[in-house]
């Protein structure tokens, strides 16, 4: 199965939290095999959201979801169920000060 | 007269169904085509049994038949699509004329339907629908919701099931412990939802036998038949519980000729069985207390085993528990302390359980405060009409005058001398209070009073306005500390417009005459001296801004 682990926080991070990043957990996970790609975000303060209707595209500043929680980073993962996921997931410490959605990909 | 072929089937049906779609879904993968096929197995048993007679093993022939019928299936559909991975998971799979597994196979599928990525109430139709067989329509009767919103519901957790890869086992032994506490959860909340609610009891019978499964499937896992015990002994009472208005009976007020003798027994010997593998759990100690109550409630017994409760659960819940029978074991006193400084957000039974003991201490008017208090919280019609009962009569006990001690009680006060006509210059001063307490970061600890020192109603009053404080305090301008004197008291709760005191005043006089009690106070030319004489207003305006509603309690003190 491969799932994507969606990371995120209702606040930024503090500076020992960040000063720790993954904690050990990339290195871990890819060493495991189980890592298939990924990448941090920047915050959704410098990010902008595209829409083309009728032709015209459309552009405003910041995310589209306006709520409290953003998404941070993202890691795909392939392992054997959802409790093996759960339990990757569950390592990772930004599930410490912040939480992480488990979800499925679409596969052929 | 012998049980003919249709008996026969809908025997199977009871013992067999959950085995064949457990076995089913570990060969194909495939809930729906489990199900299906489970029923095809049942048809074909109708059709069959009474021609060919009843075979010597049901449970095994169905699940061949059932399992003909997937393999056909699937063979068919391969044609336009790919189901290539279950027809190779069936090709590999020994013929089933052997039993061996099965049981394991059900116990897979509890622990998948119980997953704790799947929301409560997927987790219970799930299991009601592919273990113990019950149609969507009785699953949908028993949440009390429409058909197709249970049927969209079960819909949706087998896709996520089938598409999240939540995987089709028991557990491994690391993660054993906390998804059987999960799986055991699961069944006894199915449980007390139908407890709760009579429309709902199927639930309650289903839950038990769930629970009796999980006893058979796994008999070294004590906490499985202490919940088993639980839930018999509890259910061993469902025809008392309940007056014919449908009101709430207490167990002690319980016609024990109706409670269940048969299932009393069963719970007994379970949770002996249990009790003996030595590994105590919440489970068993619950169990062990309703077994208790089953043969009259031992409180001492009881009173120890929510204690070991407490510790193993740390929950409120469970302390007011002990609280509670603490208090029928040593007294309402002992179980009103224990209730110090306890808080549980909008649950009606703690105020109540307060509202009880006070009512036993013979604490009439703040035993109907906190009646008031529970009633609004309770939202179960039985639960209302039994606290609006309670209420109605410890007011009008609370209007009866009575004798009670008091301790000493620290306030702060502010004192002037009056009039009838202004009295306003003190009445407006308890809000000032408030603020000078608040200056000092205190709040007040109880509700505001005035205190008459010298009547004269002619002419001068000499009144105090105050708040009870928790520990002593410096005194400061025009607020100053003191201390209420201990001893005994005349007191009085009167529910209406305090401008009604007056009349109150004077029967709590006469009561007080006709008793031969007399008021620590002297006649003076200044007027009456009282030691201590209280109106105190139990009622917070912001609360009840309607004055007729008030309660107020006059509480004077007598002489030694």
Known sequence: MQYALLIAGDREPTPEELAMGCGGWSEEMAARGVVRGGAGLRPPTESTTVRVRDGEVLLTDGPFADTKEQIGGLVLIECADLDEAVEIAARHPAAGYGMIEIRPLITS | ?560
């Open chain 2, 1 to 560: 007269m012998s049980a003919g072929p249709a008996d026969a089937v809908a025997a199977a049906f009871r013992t067999e169904w959950g085995k064949v779609v457990a076995t089913l879904i570990r060969v194909t993968g495939d809930w729906d085509l489990a199900e299906e096929c489970a029923q095809e197995a049942f048809a074909a048993a109708v059709r069959q049994w009474p021609v060919e007679g009843v075979p010597r093993k049901p449970g095994a022939w169905l699940t061949t038949i059932a399992r003909h019928r997937a393999t056909d299936r699937i063979r068919r559909e391969v044609v336009g699509a790919a189901k290539l991975r279950e027809v190779a998971v069936t090709a590999h799979e020994p013929d089933p004329v052997d039993t061996a597994g099965i049981e394991d196979d059900r116990l897979r599928l509890i622990f998948t339907c119980c997953h704790p990525a799947l929301a409560f109430e997927a987790q219970v139709a799930l299991a009601l629908r592919t273990l113990a067989g019950l149609s969507m329509a009785e699953i949908a009767r028993a949440f009390l919701v429409p058909e197709t919103t249970m049927a969209r519901r079960v819909g949706r957790a087998k896709a996520k099931i089938r598409n999240a890869g939540i995987p089709y086992r028991v557990p491994p032994a690391h993660l054993l412990p906390e998804r059987t506490t999960a799986v055991l959860g699961v069944l006894y909340l199915m449980f007390n939802e139908g407890y709760s609610t009579p429309e709902r009891r199927p639930l309650c019978d289903e839950a038990i036998r769930l629970a009796r499964l999980l006893t058979q499937l796994m008999p070294d896992e004590p906490e499985a038949g202490g919940l088993l015990a639980l839930m018999l002994l509890h259910d061993s009472r469902r025809h008392a519980r309940f007056d014919e208005h449908g009101d709430v009976v207490l167990l002690a007020d319980q016609d024990r000729s109706r409670w269940d003798t048969t299932q009393i027994a069963e719970g007994r010997a379970v949770l002996e069985r249990v009790m003996r593998l030595d590994r105590l759990g919440p489970y068993q100690l619950q169990a062990a207390i309703a077994d208790s109550h089953a043969t009259g409630s031992d409180w001492p017994l009881i009173a120890r085993l929510y204690a070991r409760l407490a510790i193993v659960v740390p929950s409120p819940v469970v302390r007011l528990n002990h609280a509670a029978a603490v208090a029928m074991a040593e007294g309402p006193a002992a179980g009103l302390a224990l209730l110090d400084g306890m808080d549980i957000p909008g649950y009606h039974l703690l105020p109540a359980t307060r509202a009880d003991f006070l009512r036993r201490l013979g604490r009439h008017a703040e035993a109907t405060v906190a009646y008031e208090q529970a009633l609004g919280l309770a939202t179960a019609e039985a639960d209302r009409r039994f606290l609006t009962a309670r209420l109605t009569e410890t007011r009008g006990r609370a209007m009866q005058p009575t004798v009670i001690e008091r301790g000493e009680q620290p306030y702060v006060g502010i004192r002037r001398t009056i009039t009838m006509q202004t009295f306003p210059e003190i009445a407006d001063r308890m809000a000032g209070i408030v603020g000078w307490l608040a200056e000092r970061g205190l709040a007040p600890a109880g509700a505001p009073f005035f205190r008459y020192l010298v009547i004269d109603m002619a002419n001068e009053l000499v009144v105090e306005a105050g708040f009870p404080v928790a520990a002593p305090v410096e005194g400061d301008g025009e607020v100053f500390f003191g201390v209420l004197p201990a001893g005994r008291y005349a007191s009085v709760t009167h529910h209406g417009h305090p401008s009604e005191l007056m009349g109150v005043t004077k029967q709590l006089n006469e009561w007080a005459d006709a008793q031969g009690l007399r008021w620590d106070a002297e006649q003076t030319p200044a007027g009456d001296k009282f030691v201590c004489r209280l109106e105190i207003y139990k009622t917070d305006p912001r609360v009840q801004p309607d004055m007729s509603q008030w309660d107020t309690e006059l509480a004077f003190k007598l002489a030694d």
